[in-house]
């Protein structure tokens, strides 16, 4: 995809959604980054029913860690791969309290170095919290990016370079976030809603769906 074609694209982006923002809710964050490691491979709608029983009785590391593995999983229990991540999330609370001050550390070094905290956990923290231009590339993104054209890649680490060399800084700070809300209601998985899709001009993918 050429430059101009992908300048476009994002240009509509923020004319329809100037301040796009996650769907997961969070008002630390210390609860928006439990948030993102229980996110993973689980929709947020299953996050944040969890999170909304789970954060009144316990919204910091300290709290959760007291909170104990077992009795964590009462409240995660219906997300997916809940026993592994309440594991990584206790594991987590105690190398907040032992390291950070029960701070969120602001690099992706110390992130990663968290358990349960990968590349696209990492990326998400630095840009909700601390408004750093990442790509945190999920299933969304790695879909949109390829059948669109906008940034095709083999591995979601390919997509993240390619989609940090293409997309204009100035839309970067938010560009994540528009390509997953893109694809989470427009590039959809099976059956994409070309009809209703803003780029559907400049897209390149070659099966575009009918009215």
């Not at 709290?63 to 999983?73: S, V, Y």
């Not at 780029?199 to 390149?204: F, Q, R, S, T, Y």
Request: charged letters at 20%; proline letters at 7%; a positive charge.
């Amino acid at each position: 995809m050429n430059p101009q074609q992908c300048y476009e694209i994002f240009y509509r982006f923020m004319k329809q959604m100037p301040e796009p923002v996650t769907e997961l809710i969070y008002n630390s964050p210390f609860e928006l980054l439990i948030a993102v490691i229980l996110s993973a491979n689980a929709t947020d709608k299953s996050v944040n029913k969890a999170t909304k029983e789970l954060y009144p009785v316990a919204n910091t590391p300290e709290a959760i860690f007291k909170l104990g593995e077992d009795q964590l999983k009462t409240y995660i229990k219906s997300v997916n791969l809940s026993n592994t991540k309440a594991k990584n999330i206790i594991k987590t609370c105690q190398i907040l309290i032992e390291q950070h001050h029960g701070q969120i550390p602001n690099s992706r070094e110390a992130l990663e170095a968290l358990a349960g905290v990968g590349r696209k956990t990492a990326n998400v923290v630095l840009n909700v919290i601390f408004r750093e231009p990442t790509m945190a590339v999920d299933t969304h993104i790695f879909r949109v990016s390829n059948r669109t054209g906008i940034a095709p890649g083999k591995t979601p680490l390919a997509v993240e370079r390619a989609l940090v060399k293409i997309v204009p800084q100035e839309f970067m700070l938010h560009a994540h976030h528009w390509l997953i809300l893109h694809g989470r209601y427009t590039c959809i998985a099976r059956k994409p809603k070309c009809p209703e899709c803003i780029i559907k001009d400049l897209c390149e993918y070659p099966d575009k769906t009918g009215e």
